[in-house]
């Protein structure tokens, strides 16, 4: 099978932000509903990631996501494009 490219953004892991869109579906009013903490485990579940509070920064540390105004998003990148950065404003 033939791996998905968005044309615009070849970067995108297609696949993998498909299954996000899937589980994003799934959320209930009342999951959005509850405290923050509850809340941002569910969004944490959606984008296929772990809550990992404790584990060390480089082991797959998440404490960070979704809890402050830099780390407030979810981009599903392949990982060939994964370390790139945008410091020359491209």
């Known amino acids: 099978?033939?791996?998905?490219?968005d044309s615009k953004y070849p970067?995108?892991?297609v696949?993998?932000?498909?299954?996000v869109h899937g589980r994003v579906a799934k959320l209930t009013r009342a999951e959005l509903d509850q405290e923050w903490p509850?809340?941002?485990r569910?969004?944490?579940w959606a984008g296929g990631l772990r809550d990992l509070e404790d584990a060390a920064p480089g082991g797959g540390y998440t404490g960070h996501a979704f809890n402050d105004y830099n780390h407030c998003d979810l981009c599903?990148?392949?990982?060939?494009v994964q370390d790139e950065s945008?410091?020359?404003a491209r």
């Open 11 to 13: 970067g995108t892991a």
């Open 38 to 40: 509850a809340v941002r």
């Open 1 to 5: 099978m033939a791996m998905m490219v």
């Open 42 to 44: 569910r969004l944490l």
């Open 86 to 88: 945008n410091a020359n």
């Open 76 to 80: 599903t990148m392949l990982g060939d």
């Open 15 to 19: 696949e993998r932000l498909n299954s």
